[in-house]
């Protein structure tokens, strides 16, 4: 398929969780498309406490502004993780750096206003290596002795490696291999 936008649906039968509408305004000669996706969700379950490992890119290509929306999202993921979670924040660029102490910690209000305080005076530099940012929350996840389906890698940024591993696939790999399941 080709077009502006393409939306690839592997159900053959879309039931009632897909719904599109479109619109044509032939007076100013514009198009708009909507697409609403409303899966079926199972009911609500208690949520276990979990050991969630924060990459945040800091690499230069990020900017300051971009530092300063990972540190509001970093303190509102951190502080809504459910009781007895453990959390820790890497600022990675080519390597990583422990915000907020080393090892993953107890969630507090501290700890959130920790990790919110050290992305904002981040600095952006170097470059984005994405396999040494996935390498390094995978040993985050090994060090802290996570219990099985506790751990979470949750990264903030671009995406876009610069040096290191660039292909996708490869990339792919290393996050199966470093993240074991997380």
Known sequence: PLGDIVLDVPDPAPTEALKTWTYKDESRGESFALFAVEPPLPPHQAVEALDVV?????????????????????????????????????????????????????????????????????????????DAALEAAGSALKK?????GRGRVVYIGDGIPTVGELDPGRLADVARDSLDGA
């Open 144 to 148: 802290g002795d996570v219990g099985a």
């Open 54 to 130: 924060v990459v945040v890119d800091r690499s230069y290509s990020t900017q300051a502004v971009r530092l300063a929306w990972a540190a509001e999202v970093v303190g509102d993921l951190v502080a809504r993780l459910p009781a007895g979670s453990r959390a820790q924040v890497l600022a990675c660029a080519t390597r990583c750096e422990p915000l907020g102490g080393a090892g993953l910690q107890a969630v507090s209000r501290d700890l959130v206003g920790t990790f919110v305080r050290e992305i904002a005076e981040l600095e952006p530099l170097g470059a984005s290596r994405l």
